[in-house]
C-alpha cells in the first residue's frame, strides 16, 4: 500500500456538512470561566471569564464581541465587561420569527405558564 492510498482512506472518511445541519447544530459555548486564568478575549476561538458578576458588570459597561450568530431561530452575541472581564452568552428576546424552534418554544412556554 502506497502513500497515496492511505492518504485518500483517512480523507474519505471525512463527508461536508449540509448547511441546514450547520445552522442546526448546537453552539459550544466558547467562554471558559476559571478563578485561575486571568481575563482574555480569543474570540472566536475562546474567551477566559472570572465565574462570577461584579457590581461593575452593569449593560453600560458590557461590550459585544464578535458578531450577532443565530441557531434555530434564536439569536445570541457574547458580550465581556470591560472593566472587570466576565463574560455571558446573551440570547436577544425572539422576535417575530418563522423558526420552528422558536414557535415550538413559545407554545411550550405558554403551556408551562398555565
Not at 486564568?37 to 449593560?59: A, F, L, M, T
Not at 464578535?66 to 472581564?85: M, S, W
Not at 446573551?90 to 405558554?110: D, H, I, L, M
Request: glycine letters at 6%; proline letters at 6%; charged letters at 30%.
Amino acid at each position: 500500500m502506497g502513500e497515496d492510498d492511505q492518504l485518500r482512506r483517512i480523507g474519505s472518511n471525512i463527508r461536508k456538512q449540509s448547511t441546514d445541519t450547520k445552522v442546526n447544530r448546537p453552539t459550544r459555548n466558547i467562554i471558559r470561566y476559571s478563578t485561575k486564568e486571568s481575563p482574555k478575549n480569543e474570540y472566536p476561538k475562546r474567551i477566559v471569564s472570572p465565574p462570577n458578576p461584579s457590581n461593575c458588570c452593569g449593560e453600560e459597561n458590557r461590550v459585544m464581541v464578535g458578531k450577532i450568530q443565530e441557531v434555530d431561530g434564536f439569536k445570541f452575541c457574547y458580550k465581556i465587561c470591560q472593566v472587570c472581564g466576565h463574560a455571558v452568552k446573551f440570547f436577544f428576546p425572539a422576535v417575530e420569527s418563522t423558526s420552528g424552534a422558536v414557535k415550538e418554544y413559545r407554545q411550550w412556554k405558554r403551556y408551562m405558564v398555565q
